[in-house]
Every structure is written in structure tokens, then in C-alpha cells.
């Protein structure tokens, strides 16, 4: 009998062995294959790898680095569960059995912000790309083409965007949720929708039943919205009407003009936030959203949208005359400054705006005359830090702002 038990424990440690070690090999497959799939978009590292014997697995510590991002995206725990060790198996054995009910979480959600999120090949390209104007247009300074980003959050005191995932699929939808620390949050119900992986390819099988988004500012709008309008030095109420005629302007270069209650409950969002909540539907033109052929056509066609819990009617668009923008006969400037790979050199930079430049080579000229040349440290509201190499190390010099007289950044480009 203690052979038999003995032989059982034996068989039964065996079996967890082979178990966690078939789990741990099958992960580090089905990452390296994802990570040579997204190897043109970025570079993802997995982090560590453990299971669980009810079907779990886990990774820890994983980061995904956007080429596009100068910050990477670091997930503090990515736990998948399937059920059962078997469904588990299987689905790393052949990601495309996936159950038909599994769910996935990803905990400590992290992205750094920095002034500059975008790599300057990024901003260069969407600067010089042609195409309809944007309709989402926040200005955030008297210059309508600086427009919010990166930079303002961390001066609204928002410098990183932290939070948790959820994704769970089941037979009859898919649920998905994003909740972050005071930026807010999103909730997806999409019913008959189901995730597919395919040779290394995710889709999304969609039914005829649209997707529910509903997203939740936590107060973030009232605080862009006062942030924007000081900055540019107007009344909120004023900004928020800039913002909707930003979108007037882009859906009438589309063809298309928005009605009164669509533009009332955009610019209301602007300065109140809240809960909103939509129907999409990802496989028609303009998500599903109406469009009528004019004002006294198709009545009751309206939009499915609630504010705050209450249903808002009238909310459509209608065809138009599509409005060509007219091309100024000077050409504008952007904002953030072009680089051109073929020139380099010392170009001066306004004083308010260091915090951009913080790791790049500057060049600072004091009242006395002096001048520190290194890498930009650290910037605060009464002083910068400059740290020059010196004898294989570095030092740092503190510079208080008001005795500066001149600022220069080693780049490309022209000079703003």
C-alpha cells in the first residue's frame, strides 16, 4: 500500500513537472513568434514566465517598446486563464483552439510621459502629411497649431498613465475595460464578437449586433479645458467653441455637417466630462453613425448616445458640400520644429519650453557672460541642470533661469 501511495506521489510530481515545464516551453514559443510578428512595430519582452495548475498563465514585468514612443510600456503582471490545464495546453499548442470562454488581465499598466512622446520622424511625417484637417482639435496655447500634448499632461500634473486591462470572451460577447489613475476609463460590450488568432494574426469576428463603448473622463475634460483655455489666454467657454468648429470644419471638408445636438453634447463633454456612452459599428462607414441626405430627411434616424446616464436624441450628420480649406499663399511654420538628417548645428531655443529638450546637448550663456555647454539634466521653475563630462565622469552645474540670457540646442533642422 505505501508503494502504491508512494508511486501515485511520484507519478503525480512527475506529471506537475512535466506540466509547468510543456507550459513554460509553449509561452516562450508563442512569444517569440509574437515578437517577431510586432518586430516592425516595436520590441516586446516577455518578462518571466510561470503557470498555474487550474489553467493560469502568468507573466511578469513584461515592457513593449513602440518605435514611435520615446517611453516604453511596462505591464507589471499579464495573467491569462483558460479554465483548465488542458484548454491551456492547447491553446499554446495552437493559439487558434482557443476556448470558447477564457479571460485576460494585465495588472500595473505604466507609460511614462515624456515632453516629446513622439520620435521626431513621427511628428515630421504627420506635419507634412496631406489629407482632410482633424476633427478632434484641442489648442492649447494663443497658436491654434500647437495642439495639446505630451508635454501639457505633465504640466497639469499628469506624468504617467497608469492603470489595469480586462478582457474577458465568453460564447455570447466580449467584454473589454481599461481603468487608468484620474485620466478615466473604458468599458467595451460587444455581443458576438469573438477574438481569432491565426498564424501569429489577431482579428476580430464581429456580429450584427453593434459594440457598446462607454467612457468615463474621471474630471480630466474640466481639467484640460481650464488648463487649454488659460494657456491660450480665452474663456473656457470660448475654447470649447474653438474645439467645436474645429470639428465643423473637418466633417465639412468631408462632406458632411454635424447637427446642433451632436455639436451641444461635443462641446458639453469638453467642458464637463462624464460618462458617455455610444453604439459603433467597427464594419460600416463612420462606425454606424447616421448620416442623412438633409435636414428634413430621415426622421428619427438619430445616433444612439447617453450623457450621464440620459438618452440624447437628434444626434446625426448630413451630407454637405464638401468645403476645400483654402491654402495660405505663405506657408506656415509648424510648431514643433522639422529636423532635416543632412544639417546640424547650435539653434536658439525659447527658455519656457526646456523641459523638451532635457538629454539633448545644450549650449547656455550666462549674464556674466559665461558659457556652459552639456547635456540638459533636469529643469525646474528657478533653475536648469547642465551636467559636462569631465575626466570620464559627470558633473552637474545648477543655472539659475534668471541669469540666462541665451539658450541653444545641439540639432537638425532649421531655426524656430
Known amino acids: 500500500m505505501k508503494r502504491l501511495l508512494a508511486t501515485l506521489v511520484i507519478l503525480v510530481l512527475i506529471g506537475f513537472a512535466a506540466f509547468k515545464a510543456g507550459v513554460w516551453w509553449l509561452a516562450d514559443q508563442r512569444m517569440a513568434e509574437a515578437r517577431q510578428a510586432l518586430e516592425q512595430h516595436g520590441v516586446l519582452h516577455r518578462g518571466s514566465i510561470s503557470s498555474g495548475i487550474e489553467g493560469r498563465l502568468v507573466l511578469n514585468d513584461a515592457t513593449w517598446q513602440d518605435f514611435e514612443l520615446t517611453q516604453p510600456l511596462d505591464i507589471t503582471r499579464a495573467e491569462l486563464d483558460t479554465g483548465s490545464p488542458v484548454n491551456l495546453l492547447s491553446a499554446l499548442f495552437d493559439p487558434a483552439s482557443l476556448p470558447a470562454q477564457w479571460t485576460l488581465r494585465l495588472d500595473g499598466l505604466d507609460l511614462t510621459l515624456d515632453p516629446t512622446m513622439l520620435r521626431n520622424w513621427v511628428t515630421a511625417e504627420g506635419v507634412n502629411s496631406d489629407g482632410d484637417p482633424a476633427l478632434f482639435v484641442l489648442s492649447c496655447a494663443p497658436d491654434p497649431r500647437q495642439q495639446l500634448g505630451s508635454g501639457d499632461l505633465i504640466r497639469m500634473g499628469i506624468t504617467a498613465l497608469a492603470g489595469d486591462g480586462f478582457l474577458r470572451q465568453t460564447p455570447d460577447k466580449l467584454h473589454a475595460e481599461l481603468n487608468t489613475i484620474n485620466t478615466g476609463s473604458l468599458e467595451l460590450d460587444w455581443p458576438e464578437a469573438r477574438i481569432r488568432v491565426q498564424d501569429s494574426e489577431v482579428s476580430v469576428a464581429s456580429g450584427s449586433e453593434p459594440m457598446s463603448l462607454t467612457i468615463r473622463d474621471g474630471g480630466l475634460m474640466r481639467r484640460i479645458a481650464a488648463y487649454c483655455a ?36 461635443y462641446r458639453q463633454w469638453l467642458l464637463e466630462g462624464g460618462e458617455l456612452k455610444v453604439n459603433l459599428q467597427p464594419g460600416q462607414p463612420l462606425f454606424g453613425v447616421p448620416v442623412r441626405a438633409g435636414e428634413n430627411d430621415g426622421e428619427g434616424l438619430s445616433w444612439l448616445v447617453r450623457y450621464n446616464g440620459a438618452a440624447v436624441p437628434d444626434v446625426y450628420l448630413t451630407e454637405a458640400e464638401p468645403v476645400i480649406q483654402e491654402t495660405p499663399d505663405v506657408a506656415v511654420e509648424p510648431v514643433v520644429p522639422r529636423e532635416d538628417p543632412e544639417t546640424e548645428s547650435w539653434y536658439p531655443a525659447e527658455l519656457e519650453n526646456a523641459e523638451q529638450w532635457i538629454d539633448r546637448q545644450v549650449r547656455v550663456t550666462l549674464s556674466n557672460e559665461n558659457v556652459v555647454e552639456g547635456r540638459l539634466v533636469s529643469v525646474s521653475e528657478r533653475e536648469l541642470e547642465v551636467a559636462r563630462v569631465i575626466a570620464g565622469g559627470e558633473v552637474a552645474y545648477p543655472m539659475l533661469i534668471r541669469a540666462i540670457t541665451n539658450f541653444e540646442v545641439w540639432r537638425r533642422g532649421r531655426a524656430q
Open 230 to 265: 488659460r494657456e491660450a489666454g480665452i474663456e473656457t467657454g470660448e475654447w470649447a467653441g474653438r474645439a467645436v468648429q474645429s470639428l465643423a470644419a473637418g466633417l465639412e471638408a468631408r462632406g458632411l455637417a454635424a447637427s446642433d445636438q451632436l455639436k451641444a453634447l
